[in-house]
């Protein structure tokens, strides 16, 4: 089993992109095949939703295994909403049977915010313990129960999130160093928008020197519009849209110019923090202009490695 190519980039000491498709809500997979060829070289690898925001959409190990099929490198992202500890390792085994090698792990939004809002949080586990669970499998061969795998499962690439922006501010970065503790090798943090606070995260994370014991990639996210970025101001927990982006977005003439405009300032800023070893782009329901900000970002051509 060979690494995932996000994990020879991040090594090699190149500053990452991942890009992050969102599975469609049919089984018919036209739409994230297109928006993934047109990303194929501005990004090193793609994220794969895990029923995003609760809602029912196709797996995102069946969309990982179409894009192995395609030659590119996917994220597949696993909650512990859904599935108990026997299907989670269940899962990671025909994922990485497929080739995937990169694993997300998240705890999962709660079924009431989807459209079935009376289905059975599962949450057998918590994000912390999916993390331990897939290290071990890797590093020692044994299932969570203790029995042992019937072959090894190497160049496993664990990731996990973070958030800098949630409350209480000043436990964020201690909640990282237990993620590191557990195994994650490479974090994604939540969207970006307030890189003052994002910074003073960065001197902390620096200080317990966790960003020399993990790949720290920023997440960034396009505005589209003024009310994509009230939306995101008032309704999505854990992230802050200051009032000087919100400004700049309605005094633009050009709005979506604009959103294009903060995102590519974010990355050129987040370039130069100490310890940020690159950028995960979420461009909802835009995945087409992924490449217009890597290129405008500097981030083109991608390396080879």
């Known amino acids: 089993m060979a690494e995932s190519k996000l994990a020879k980039v991040l090594k090699a000491g190149h500053f990452a992109v991942t890009g992050e498709l969102g599975p469609p809500k049919s089984a018919d997979l036209t739409q994230v095949k297109e928006h993934a060829e047109n990303m194929r070289n501005h990004v090193d690898a793609y994220n794969i939703t895990d029923n995003q925001t609760a809602i029912v959409r196709t797996s995102s190990i069946g969309v990982g295994c179409m894009l192995r099929q395609m030659g590119l490198d996917p994220v597949v992202q696993m909650t512990c909403r859904d599935r108990n500890r026997i299907c989670l390792q269940s899962d990671l085994l025909g994922a990485a049977a497929m080739g995937v090698r990169n694993f997300l792990c998240l705890q999962g939004d709660h079924a009431k915010f989807g459209n079935e809002p009376g289905a059975k949080n599962v949450y057998d586990l918590d994000s912390m313990q999916l993390i331990s669970a897939v290290r071990a499998m890797r590093d020692d061969g044994v299932f969570i129960g203790g029995e042992k795998l019937d072959h090894p499962l190497p160049n496993i690439f664990i990731g996990a999130v973070a958030n800098p922006f949630a409350d209480p501010f000043e436990y964020r970065p201690y909640r990282l160093a237990k993620k590191i503790a557990a195994g994650a090798e490479f974090i994604q943090t939540q969207c970006i928008f307030d890189l003052d606070r ?9 200080e317990l020197g966790l960003h020399k ?22 309704n999505v927990s854990g992230m802050i849209v200051p009032d000087h982006i919100i400004d700049r977005i309605k005094g633009a003439k050009d709005k979506k110019e604009e959103g294009i405009k903060i995102a590519v300032e974010t990355i050129q800023r987040l370039k130069e923090i100490e310890g940020v070893a690159g950028v995960h782009i979420m461009a909802i329901a835009w995945e087409e202009i992924v490449p217009e900000i890597v290129e405008r970002a500097g981030l083109y051509p991608r390396p080879a490695v």
């Open 198 to 206: 994002f910074e003073k995260w960065m001197e902390k994370v620096r």
């Open 213 to 234: 014991k993990c790949y720290i990639m920023g997440g960034v996210t396009p505005i589209k519009s003024l009310g994509a970025a009230r939306y995101m101001k008032n």
